[in-house]
């Protein structure tokens, strides 16, 4: 069935970029997700790119799509303390509403 | 503003006693979703719904009913059936017949039962 992996953890300096990795399995995925928890609350939709693009920008954020590889990733520019959070990367495939998700990077920024 | 409400934020129950979640969406999404989200475990899906008076299986779904009487609204139960029910659960909405159709999530209630 479909699945989706990331890395459980990752620790950067406040002003450095963080890069998170995602990698998922079904191949007619359509759009891919990005979404922020912060502690205690839901999840906050961040970004997404349809899967006939290979990147997309948004302020601070850089999504890249490695189709061929099913290899997504996020770049947070300038990371900020704010920015601490688990980020979670989710699928949706061709014929399917519902979307499939991977189990959260924790990204943890150092003053 | 257009949101989904989630409540309580917090519940206690004890063990054996049934116990329902609320949630109430004002984005006018035909699709709702309860997750159950437990640490380092992402969310899995308990039940869904396309359309009112129609709901399915998640992946998780024994030991939880749900029901969709209304388009704004899809309460979740938890019963005593439910071996493990302490857990953070997430409801979520989209519009199901959007091809992208990213999910919009309430802020939880954290379950807690003794």
């Known amino acids: 069935g479909e699945d989706v992996e990331q890395s459980l953890f990752l620790s950067v300096r406040e002003g450095d970029s963080s890069v998170i990795n995602c990698t998922y399995t079904?191949?007619?995925?359509?759009?891919l997700y990005w979404y922020k928890q912060e502690p205690g609350a839901g999840l906050q939709l961040l970004t997404y790119?349809?899967?006939?693009?290979d990147m997309k920008q948004d302020q601070r954020l850089t999504v890249l799509l490695n189709k061929k590889d099913k290899h997504l990733s996020l770049r947070i520019a300038d990371t900020q303390t704010g920015d601490s959070a688990i980020y979670f990367c989710?699928?949706?495939?061709?014929?399917?509403?519902?979307?499939?998700f991977g189990s959260g990077t924790r990204l943890l920024v150092r003053p | 503003d257009g949101g989904i409400t989630q409540s309580p934020k917090y519940l206690f129950r004890k063990e054996g006693q049934n116990v329902t979640l609320s949630c109430e969406q004002n984005?006018?999404?035909?699709?709702m979703y309860w997750y159950r989200q437990d640490p380092g475990q992402g969310l899995r899906l308990i039940y869904y719904?396309?359309?009112?008076?129609?709901?399915q299986k998640g992946d998780i779904a024994e030991g939880y009913s749900v029901s969709r009487e209304k388009k704004e609204s899809f309460p979740l139960t938890v019963t005593s059936a439910q071996k493990n029910p302490t857990a953070f659960y997430l409801c979520?909405?989209?519009?199901?017949?959007?091809?992208?159709?990213?999910?919009?999530f309430g802020n939880g209630t954290r379950l807690t039962v003794t």
């Open positions: 984005l006018n999404h035909d699709a």
């Open positions: 979520a909405s989209n519009g199901a017949s959007s091809y992208n159709s990213p999910l919009h």
């Open positions: 989710a699928e949706k495939g061709g014929s399917s509403y519902k979307l499939i």
């Open positions: 079904d191949s007619s995925s359509t759009y």
């Open positions: 719904s396309q359309i009112v008076n129609d709901f």
């Open positions: 790119i349809f899967s006939n693009m």
